[in-house]
């Protein structure tokens, strides 16, 4: 009965979660898709060249958002009411203290952004526009980030995938007004994608008004121990998104001098095909660690290993049937993204999706099981493994690769560094962390306490 409560709850909160992610990831592409449609090749190597700020901002917000919850879900379990609201209070405060810092970027170092980012004389003003209003729109995107992970931690999984989806639909509603209707180029991209974030964070007000809310804003100091334990464990996902985005800028800057601009818009379609593929994983460990975290706090790891069995065995499912998907449709999907059949951006774009996606399950599984050392709060192990990934093997790898085989190079960096790092999460996961066995109390607390009620505190 209890193994049937697990798997049900695993569904409940991963499907959810997943689909939610989705609409998420559907912003950026969203934008990549009447961005190149209306601006054509070189709207979208501009849109390309932020991109990775916008990784830079969402980061941050799940940085906040994930480590905030993790802390949530913990002290939630074991009726620490205080704690929870402190915890949430100061997870705001973070989220204005760098919602701050980046709407100084954007008002003024937007230009030289865009020029540190690689945009020339060509494409310098879109890149220009899209930044700066990106960086004014980041409390926005930061401040939907920590409700959303705070809502679906507190019960209300659906509410959240809701908010998430309806602020994605609105997002490719609005995309296609603002660019072609009313002719408002790349700043009607971003100024779509700014307020559907803003319309997110509406959809959520529901579980405030009908007091579902168990974590509330209350005075409180800045407590430098929450602030600690919310970084650390919210750093890996920080990471996650920061490896994206230092992906994007390496490979930018290396295919710049390879290919150009037809290549720089090659590897746009690439990368945000990737990003509604990082989405599904992302929301498969999203949708793990509220259970995770509360069988954690009441002591039940054994429960816990078996929900992450559950989320590695989907995620390895998915991903076969997604790049035998992108194999065989490879070339109708450029297709879509090519507005004047460039042949170039063809071919290109073509073998990149048929290499680079090989990376599938190893990025699946690395950011599953880097999520799960977070909700058990071993913080140590993902931080390496999301260093890992994202700064010491991915650079140096980018640059070896490209200059052995050129754009083939490119595209097999990724799949090569991201397997690197899966073997690297597995032996430490079997050496140090997985546990053989669970003790007599933990077993009799299994007879007392379903899976079902340790996250959310139903019974």
Known sequence: MEQKSCMRDFAHYTTLSVLGTLGVSCYILADTFFVSKGLGTNGLTALNLAV??????????LMLGMGGATRFSVCKSQERDAEVDRVYTNTIYLAVIFSAAFVLIGLFFSDQLAMLLGADMHILEMTDTYLYWLLLFSPAFILNDVLLCFVRNDGSPQLSMIAM????????????????PLRMGIFGAIFATGSSSIISILMMLPHWMRNKNTFHFVKTKIRIYIIKQELSLGFPSLIAQLSSGITMITFNTIILKVAGNTGVAAYGVVANISLVIVAIYTGIAQGIQPLISGLYGVGDNRQARTILQYALVTMLSLSG????????????????????????????????LRSYFISNPFVGYN???ATFFTSIEKALPA??????????????????????????????????????????????????????????????????????RHPTGRS
């Open 321 to 352: 049937i997604i790049y035998l998907s992108i194999f065989a449709f490879a070339e109708p999907i450029t297709a879509v993204f090519n507005s004047e059949h460039n042949m170039e951006l063809q071919q290109i774009s073509v073998m990149g």
């Open 52 to 61: 990775p700020v916008y990784n830079f901002i969402h980061g941050t917000g």
């Open 367 to 369: 950011i599953i099981l």
């Open 383 to 452: 931080h390496i493994l999301s260093v890992l990934r994202g700064l010491v093997l991915i650079v140096p790898m980018a640059f070896l690769l490209s200059a052995l085989w050129k754009m083939t190079g490119v595209w097999l960096t990724y799949p090569i560094t991201e397997s690197i790092v899966s073997l690297s999460g597995y032996v430490i996961y079997k050496n140090k962390y997985k546990e053989k066995g669970t003790n007599a109390h933990e077993n009799q607390k299994k007879k007392c306490i379903t899976c079902h």
């Open 165 to 180: 989806l309806f602020g994605s639909f609105s997002n490719i509603i609005l995309d296609h007004i603002f660019i072609f």
